[in-house]
């Protein structure tokens, strides 16, 4: 198991006080944010203590912590706030493309940014059409002079509404071929118009918009990397934002344990409390293995992705199907062990519960995984 040095342990340390002293605390208040609502405060105090800066390198403003420290912390985030979490992961897979594939003008331009908290950035990649076959992206660019002309449209894009940057993918047609392209174009923009918020099961104080692409004109210079990259630099962002949900579906499922543990001591039925019960004890037993197995499985791939191992995406993957599918059984299972009550919002389960229901289905679903997972073990046994 990863040993997390001096630094990284006050790094993880400050995350949790932060936690305890001002995210649990309003947890619920932020569940009840509007769809177009956005917790600007606590962003704000993210950037005064560095948490919007700890994945970026130095040399771009921010602390480079390893993937380990990384996705500790966001699992703790969202032990207290899933919907808070999602504004700290999606600093990162909004900035991969740049990170990993941009220019130096590029990097320069949008990491130091961000890492400040003085803007943050979007990842637009799927579409109406375009969910789990990315093949699918109808969004187009076509070449006019020295500019790109970009015109479709882009759902389910977190922190749409309240990004300045945004990194495009878009269909280049090129000596009659489609290359999907990616490229960075900044709120404000003629032609790039910001649609609707979605009202959305769970994720609440996350804003989740549309956007639309009208005569979007950008120059050369905005395309990430080279016309044709944009399989490999979605995917790139992908195998780390699979981490990143692993990690915030084990802070679910961990809240999950907790909750359901607490109650379950004090709740007295036939004379004692249900936690004597054996039937309670093996739901709770069942929670605390599987975050066993999801921290081991973070650990393993942070470490991949941190070595740029040519096995990551299997593990990527592996690890965000476990960990999504423990985050709803175990949610499932905390609503189920505080019976009526963990039925009412009164207690947090019904919003774990609720919370919880989309990991097996954003990053590319479960059932995409499965699949990238049984072609690379076919591959192993050519």
């Known amino acids: ?127 109406p059409n375009a969910g789990s076959d990315i093949n699918g992206i109808a969004t187009t660019a076509v070449k006019k002079g020295d500019n790109y002309v970009i015109n479709g449209n882009k759902i389910f894009i977190t922190s749409g509404s309240v990004s300045k940057y945004f990194v495009i993918f878009a269909k280049v047609i090129e000596d009659g071929e489609r290359k999907l392209t990616a490229f960075l174009a900044e709120k404000g923009t003629p032609g790039l118009v910001i649609g609707r918020d979605e009202e959305k099961l769970g994720l609440h104080g996350s804003v989740t918009t549309q956007l639309f692409f009208e005569n979007l004109e950008l120059p050369e210079s905005a395309i990430i ?40 001591k004090t709740r007295v039925q036939f004379g004692k409390p249900i936690s004597d019960f054996q039937a309670i004890q093996f739901m709770l037993a069942d929670m605390e293995i599987g975050i066993q197995i999801a921290r081991l499985m973070i650990d393993h791939s942070s470490t ?16 965000k199907v476990h960990c999504a599918e423990l985050a709803c059984k175990a949610s499932g299972d905390a609503v189920q062990i505080l019976g009526g009550y963990g039925y009412c919002k009164e207690y947090p389960v019904e919003r774990y519960f609720r919370d919880s229901k989309i990991f097996p289905i954003f990053e590319g679903s479960n059932q995409i995984q499965r699949m990238i997972i049984a072609r690379a073990v076919l591959k192993e046994y050519d």
Not at 235 to 260: D, E, V
């Open 304 to 319: 991949l992705y941190d070595t740029q191992s040519p096995d990551l995406m299997k593990y990527a993957s592996a690890t």
């Open 1 to 127: 198991m990863y040993q997390f040095n001096e630094e990284e342990q006050m790094i993880i340390s400050m995350v949790d006080n932060i936690c305890k002293d001002i995210i649990e605390p309003r947890a619920a208040e932020i569940d009840l944010m509007a769809p177009d609502e956005f917790p600007w405060d606590i962003h704000k105090l993210f950037a005064e203590q560095g948490i919007t800066a700890l994945a970026f390198p130095e040399e771009y403003g921010g602390f480079g912590v390893s993937t380990h420290c990384w996705t500790r912390c966001l699992e703790r985030i969202a032990q207290a706030s899933a919907g808070v979490s999602m504004m700290v992961a999606n600093i990162s897979l909004g900035t991969l493309p740049v990170l990993q594939f941009g220019s130096e003008e590029q990097k320069q331009k949008v990491l130091p940014e961000v890492a400040a908290g003085e803007a943050q950035a979007a990842f637009g990649l799927t579409e």
């Open 225 to 264: 990397g080279k016309v044709g990259d944009g399989f490999k630099i979605a995917f790139g962002a992908l195998n780390k934002g699979r981490l990143n949900n692993a990690a915030q579906a084990t802070g679910i499922a961990q809240a999950s344990l907790a909750a359901a543990a607490s109650y379950a």
